[in-house]
T-cell receptor, first 113, second 113 residues
């Protein structure tokens, strides 16, 4: 399968713990995006990378959130000191630069208990 | 700045009847516009896209959308609904310069037999 893959698919964690998610984009795509989707809402933009450079971050991305794409390929999203409000589906997408569509992974569903 | 309003949170149609899912947008730039579909436990899939070419855009599975700049609308239509069309649909405006996409809150389409 050459689509966008995300790992893990599901994560349950206790409040206050740190979690890290991984996204592997389509190999030739230089743009990579992270979104968060809560129940009943559309995905909300968190951040995006062009190659290894993080070019924009949403104000939704608090200091507890950090994303990296060290070699311009896979990306990680870390949430420190998780809170119950962090429970959501975290979506990763990739695209080629320009007006082309983004291809989405199936997401990582985070539940903070 | 950009935003998307999906005018109906739920639409219910009978199988074989037309589908209309309404979307209005605002954008400071000439936008790219997309419709995505999300089936339960599946990733987001692109239905169609508008990127400043023809204003009537044809997508997969018989869906179409028409870009109307004067009305700032990008409504999604299909002449005849199929049971398999039941899903969540998202209208998206994309700003290539900023690299971010803004999603609407989604429209749940129910298809009755």
């Amino acid at each position: 399968d050459t689509g966008v893959s995300q790992d893990p698919r599901h994560k349950i964690t206790k409040r206050g713990q740190n979690v890290t998610f991984r996204c592997d984009p389509i190999s030739e795509h230089n743009r990579l995006y992270w979104y968060r989707q809560t129940l009943g809402q559309g995905p909300e933009f968190l951040t995006y990378f062009q190659n290894e450079a993080q070019l924009e971050k949403s104000r939704l991305l608090s200091d507890r959130f950090s994303a990296e794409r060290p070699k311009g390929s896979f990306s990680t999203l870390e949430i420190q000191r998780t809170e119950q409000g962090d429970s959501a589906m975290y979506l990763c997408a990739s695209s080629l630069e320009g007006n082309t569509e983004a291809f989405f992974g199936q997401g990582t569903r985070l539940t903070v208990v | 700045a950009q935003s998307v309003t999906q005018l109906d949170s739920h639409v219910s149609v009978s199988e074989g009847t037309p589908v209309l899912l309404r979307c209005n947008y605002s954008s400071s730039y000439s936008p790219s516009l997309f419709w995505y579909v999300q089936h339960p436990n599946k990733g987001l899939q692109l239905l169609l896209k508008y990127t400043s070419a023809a204003t009537l855009v044809k997508g997969i599975n018989g869906f179409e959308a028409e870009f109307k700049k004067s009305e700032t609308s990008f409504h999604l239509t299909k002449p005849s609904a199929h049971m398999s069309d039941a899903a969540e649909y998202f209208c998206v405006v994309h700003n290539t310069n900023a690299g971010k996409s803004t999603f609407g809150d989604g429209t749940t389409l129910t298809v009755k037999p």
